[in-house]
């Protein structure tokens, strides 16, 4: 694919997941943005255990189960990590969005409340891309020479290369602002005058 190609396809995921936050209201995206540090970790940790699992049985490839033979499970498993690991990342946030228990009180002024989109929804697209990368490369997804791999395999457009060379930044950026955003600081300033 060429990079306008794979532009056009960034921009109009983009662009869907900007629609869907707009449509779901701020509570939904809350529990979304939430929601996605816990299947981030538990993507990962899914996506480790695959990878343990696989070891295990390509160290005793003769041996069977259910009439395969572990080696043959090994690779079923190698082959399908990323689908198994996607759909689990899916049904587990449709799980959270629709039953999940967090909570965060917002404003009662609807203007206020609106006026929290603008924060909200990039975050939101941001937690569903990025997780969508952990889910995706797995381990990789923090490791600075695989994603400057990925990158140089994807694109030859430099903003692109930056974008997907920095997610460990993006990350970071991303988790620093929900926490903020979702606390409730008060500072109390006093002068002597």
Known sequence: M?????IYWIILLVAILVIFS???????MIKIILGNYILGILCLA??????ILITFLESTPTLKALGFTY????????????TIVLVLYILFLLLLYSKSKIRISLPDDEILKK????ILVPLCVTSIILTFEIVLMGIN????QSLQKL??????NDYLYQFITLTPLWILIHGV???LITSEIKMNIKTDL
């Open 151 to 156: 990158a140089f395999s994807l694109t030859t």
């Open 2 to 6: 060429t990079d306008t190609v794979i």
């Open 22 to 28: 707009f449509s779901i209201g701020s509570d939904k």
């Open 141 to 144: 997804s923090i490791d600075t």
């Open 115 to 118: 006026s929290l989109y603008i």
């Open 71 to 82: 080696q043959d499970l090994a690779t079923f498993l190698q082959n399908g990590k990323i």
């Open 46 to 51: 899914a996506n480790q255990s695959i990878t």
């Open 177 to 179: 602002a929900t926490v």
